[in-house]
């Protein structure tokens, strides 16, 4: 099968960097699986698990991110992650603190489109933690 080139960069480290088969991408318009010729894209990230199919393996890598954003070509994906840990380093108390960190924000805040924004967070990261089994 054919492969194209993927960088994952996160804030403190880069998390992947080779040739892939196909990468699944939590788009903050949902889930996207880019292949090899896939259209140009930019797309915004949500708190989700990134899938990278490399060459050659069965199963796929699988990487936790929090934000950021997906530069998508037919050649080469990027992704600039706000956030970002290989799932074996995800702990449930790791997620519990995000939550509360933004339930103080959404807390402090008075502005009702904030608040919502905070909520749809909120709601992320608790799928999140679901589809890790945490």
Not at 53 to 60: F, V
């Amino acid at each position: 099968m054919a492969t194209f080139q993927f960088d994952f960069v996160g804030p403190e480290r880069t998390l992947y960097s080779g040739q892939v088969e196909a990468v699944q991408i939590p788009g903050a318009e949902g889930d996207m699986t880019v292949l090899p010729g896939h259209a140009p894209v930019l797309t915004s990230l949500r708190v989700g698990v990134i899938v990278v199919n490399e060459h050659g393996q069965g199963s796929g890598k699988r990487i936790y991110v929090q934000g950021g954003f997906a530069d998508i070509g037919p050649e080469a994906v990027t992704v600039l992650a706000e956030r970002a840990a290989p799932v074996e380093e995800v702990n449930s108390a790791m997620i519990d603190k995000e939550i509360e960190q933004a339930e103080l924000e959404r807390d402090a805040t008075q502005d009702l489109a904030k608040r919502e924004e905070i909520n749809a967070h909120i709601a992320e990261l608790h799928e999140a933690r679901k589809s890790l089994n945490l």
